[in-house]
């Protein structure tokens, strides 16, 4: 009896020296950064909505300097804010930093069948990226522009609609009906608007909301039991309720819709269309369109690199565009459109650009490369808000040193953009300034690079930056045609920041006065 309850002891004691171990890793190597409460380490405060883990990042960068360490369980991570660093991880050593930093209830990046684009690495993140390359290109955006400028028309009947008579509106809610019209149109195959009355936005929105702390908590913790956990969140979807679950459910269904209809059609002799959607264009990704580089840096041993997407796959892409295309561009518009209601001189220089490049009633996509002044006004919004902040981490794959900074393997670099955005020493004294003008010159040396980040860096950039791009530009051009943006006495000065994964305000409510001169 004696000796099994020393051997239980024993282990206890083990196990939790292990955690004091990790807990106290940054304060071994003299790099200074919050401890936070033992074993957890900054756990909690990386999980919380309501104080957004993106301005807590900024307030010990205040305390402790550009780069500190921060535990959460057993994972580690260096918080960097200086650009050079952040050349080097991003750009220079990526092949030292080629993973993500991820919970791994997202899933292993090196096993999970339906691994995407996002939270991948290696080899398999090389192919997936190859393969959606195309999707995003100059000439498949020219084609989708149509699908985009169908969805801001019907956006602004909405509009008018819900603004007869002077009534503000939360133009938050309208983005975000926008955008996943777009991503529903463009990627998933829906054939007509869903606005105001797609079932699926609760749960896209419940994605971004609060986060399931549990969840997250027990990966940080115990990362061996992730993937039970979301085989039990696959297999028992009614008993564990997890909105990312219902919507890549969704995804999964449309998916195997669609091959079924297109084996039909095989059958019954019917040559492949062109492509539909995102589905169609992954679907058609043959091997000969992706070239794999033999490149010993990227491979994993027991990784078996196929060649052609797996129907899982397409779903992991599919859900990934969804998700990502849904949430930051809906975010970026309504910062722009509280950004330039409470800057009315930068609005009516804006809708003079409109007025001027876009006079007939459809905008080309020829035009929309000639909005030079609404493209500084979206850069300055993302400078200001840079919402995709936390996707702007790596993980090391082998040990390096950046700067004086020695990496173990398995070391998380998170950066914090919002200190990086708001640095004086590369913005100048009127750093906290919405000034679009700082743009204009078009010489963007002025800020050092690895300073402006709100689409990452380097060869992991954001793949959807040219959609968002287009996506902004046309609804924009749309609504500032027709209305001015003003203040009202709902609207939040300064905005309540929320959220735990991208920076959400919590609401932006605005009145969208028509235009008398035009
Ligand atoms: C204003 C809108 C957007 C912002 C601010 C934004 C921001 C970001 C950031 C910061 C990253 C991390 C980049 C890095 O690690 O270097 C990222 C990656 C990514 N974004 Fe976006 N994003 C936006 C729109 C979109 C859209 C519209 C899509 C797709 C439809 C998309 C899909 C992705 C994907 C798949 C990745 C992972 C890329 C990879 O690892 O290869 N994003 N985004």
Known sequence: MAIIFLAILTSIIGVLSFYLWTWSYWKRRGIAGPSGYPILGSALEMLSSENPPYLQLKEWTKQYGKVYGITEGLSRTLVISDP???????????DNFFGRKLNPIQGDPNKDKRVNLFSSQGHRWKRLRTISSPTFSNNSLR???????????????????????????????????????????????????????????????????????????????????????????????????????????????????RVKLRMADEKAGIDPGEPQDFIDLFLDAKSDDVELEN?????????????QLTT??????????????????????????????????????????????????????????KLKYMECVIKETLRMYPLGALANSRCCMRATKIGNYEIDEGTNILCDTWTL??????????????????????????????????????????????????????????????????????????????????????????????????
């Open 84 to 94: 050079d660093l952040v050349q080097e991880v991003f750009v220079k050593q990526y």
């Open 143 to 257: 084609k989708l522009k149509t699908t985009v400028e169908e969805c801001a028309v019907e956006l602004l009947r909405h509009i008018e609609q819900h603004t007869d008579g002077g009534q503000p509106i939360d133009l938050l809610d309208f983005y975000q009906e926008f955008t996943l019209d777009v991503i529903g149109r463009i990627a998933m195959g829906q054939t007509d608007s869903q606005m105001f009355k797609n079932p699926l936005l609760p749960y896209v929105r419940a994605v971004f909301g609060e986060p399931r702390k549990g969840l997250f908590l027990s990966g940080s913790l115990a990362p061996w039991i992730g993937p039970i956990l979301r085989m039990v969140m696959f297999s028992l979807p009614n008993i564990v309720k997890n909105p990312a679950v219902h919507v890549i459910r969704h995804t999964s269904n449309a998916v195997e819709q």
């Open 295 to 307: 490149n010993e840096d990227f491979t994993k041993a027991g990784v078996k690199v196929t060649r």
């Open 312 to 369: 899982e796959e397409i779903v992991g892409q599919c859900f990934v565009f969804l998700i990502a295309g849904f949430d930051t561009t809906a975010l970026s518009l309504s910062y722009s459109s509280f950004l330039l209601a409470t800057h009315p001189k930068v609005q009516k220089k804006l809708q003079e650009e409109i007025d001027r490049e876009c006079a007939d009633p459809e905008v080309t996509f020829d035009q929309l490369s």
């Open 421 to 518: 955005h708001s640095d004086k020493s590369i913005w100048g004294e009127d750093a906290e300034e919405f000034k679009p003008e700082r743009w204009e010159s078009g010489d963007e040396h002025f800020y050092q690079k690895g300073g402006y980040i709100p689409f990452g860096l380097g060869p992991r950039q954001c793949i959807g930056m040219r959609l968002a791009y287009m996506e902004e530009k046309l609804l924009l051009s749309h609504i500032l045609r027709k209305y001015t943006l003003e203040v009202c006495n709902k609207t939040q000065i300064p905005l309540k920041l929320i959220g735990s994964r991208t920076t959400q305000p919590e609401s932006v409510w605005l009145n969208l006065t028509p235009r008398d001169d035009n």
